[in-house]
């Protein structure tokens, strides 16, 4: 994810960034602007007198009313998981917190302490990796998560091993227990989420539809403008191409957030906070109980 002052307008008018969909658009703004060149020369010349073709204006000025609010839709479905995505990480952030703060009022040993740091934070790593269709090999000690294809719930499965077996040695109250089976239950959640905005995506029909209307909405733009603006219409077809597809374009990035492209979710940092803040919490405790 880029991080970036959003007050900062001259820099993002004069600026060309590497995630600008102009980047990404470049060749099918040509192939727009050269056929639309080509139906504009073929109304001036071969078809212009057709007098079906003089009223097209208020069609064209409907047909953007629709488009407009396809957009609309578009983008707020595509934000809406994106949002959600953050929504799911912030809950792995906040319970992973919980857990270390909870842990971290009873009486464990070194190795118990390490193991729950471990845990706890290669939860949220194989949370990121499984989002994204990989695995992590260096596997704590756990034999099912070479095989497994979801590593964060065989990790949950580990946590709640360690938790149960501190309740059968009466080392933890049934409170305690509860307390900790809930924040575990938190982390399921929150990994079902996941990968419910993951394998969902925006149905394919209404993908297609949307691309095929906004390539025939403006290759046959020219039919309707061409008369007042000649040749100026090839231009104002391609810049509405280029703001129409990269809508579309900025939503299909943002729909699925938790991949690696530049405005997707900050993963990788937000896996490093959390396990910064287990590391600490736990490991303060240990040292205050040394003193």
């Known amino acids: 994810m880029i991080n970036y002052n959003p007050k900062n307008w001259v820099h993002f008018i004069f600026s060309l960034h590497k995630s600008d969909t102009i980047r990404i658009l470049w060749k099918e703004l040509i192939y ?3 056929l639309t060149a080509l139906i504009t020369f073929l ?4 078809f212009g007198s057709k007098p079906i073709l003089k009223n097209l204006t208020s069609v ?8 407009s609010l396809l957009l609309v839709f578009r983008t707020n479905t595509a934000y809406d998981r994106w949002w959600e995505g953050r929504k799911m990480w912030g809950s792995v952030v906040n319970d992973s917190r919980n857990l270390a703060i909870l842990f971290s009022t009873l009486d464990l040993k070194e190795t118990e302490r390490q193991r729950i740091v471990e845990l706890i934070t290669f939860f949220s790593a ?8 990989e695995k992590i090999t260096n596997t704590k000690g756990i034999q099912e998560l070479a095989s497994t294809d979801n590593q964060p719930l065989l990790v949950v499965k580990e946590l709640q091993f360690e938790v149960h077996r501190l309740l059968i040695a009466n080392r933890i109250q049934p409170a305690q ?3 900790l089976n809930k924040l575990l239950a938190n982390l399921i959640d929150s990994l079902g989420a996941c990968e419910r905005i993951k394998k969902t995506p925006i149905p394919l029909s209404y993908s297609l539809f949307f691309k ?6 403006v290759i046959t733009m020219p039919l309707a403008f061409v008369e007042p603006f000649q040749y ?11 703001a129409l597809v990269s809508m579309e374009i900025l939503a299909e990035e943002i729909e699925d957030p938790f991949g690696r492209d530049e ?12 396990a910064q803040n287990v590391s600490l919490l736990l490991a303060s405790t240990n040292q205050i109980n040394k003193t």
């Open 126 to 133: 194989s949370l990121k990796s499984h989002l994204r269709g």
């Open 43 to 46: 109304e001036m010349h071969f």
């Open 32 to 34: 727009i602007a050269l």
């Open 177 to 179: 227990w509860m307390h």
């Open 60 to 67: 064209y000025s409907l047909l953007g009313f629709v488009i």
């Open 232 to 242: 100026w219409s090839v231009l104002i077809s391609t810049f509405v191409f280029y």
């Open 263 to 274: 405005n997707d979710l900050p993963l990788e940092d937000i896996c490093v906070r959390i």
């Open 212 to 217: 095929k209307f906004i390539f025939l909405y």
